[in-house]
């Protein structure tokens, strides 16, 4: 007899960004920030990779 599933998909997007900070701490604050307000947004061209998780219900 067939079981029922959930599929959960994954999909990871993955950008490199450049920054100029004092330290590794203040330039992923200053990223994220950019991040948060929209200046660094992830689309297609992003696309690194896709996973798939199936659970029975």
């Given at each position: 007899m067939a079981k029922k599933y959930r599929v959960t998909i994954?999909?990871?997007?993955?950008?490199?960004?450049?920054?100029?900070?004092?330290?590794?701490?203040?330039?992923?604050?200053?990223v994220g920030d950019e991040w948060y307000s929209g200046k660094h947004i992830l689309t297609a061209d992003d696309f690194i990779g896709v996973e798939f998780e199936a659970n029975t219900i």
């Open positions: 994954t999909e990871t997007l993955k950008r490199t960004v450049d920054v100029t900070a004092e330290s590794k701490e203040a330039a992923e604050q200053i």
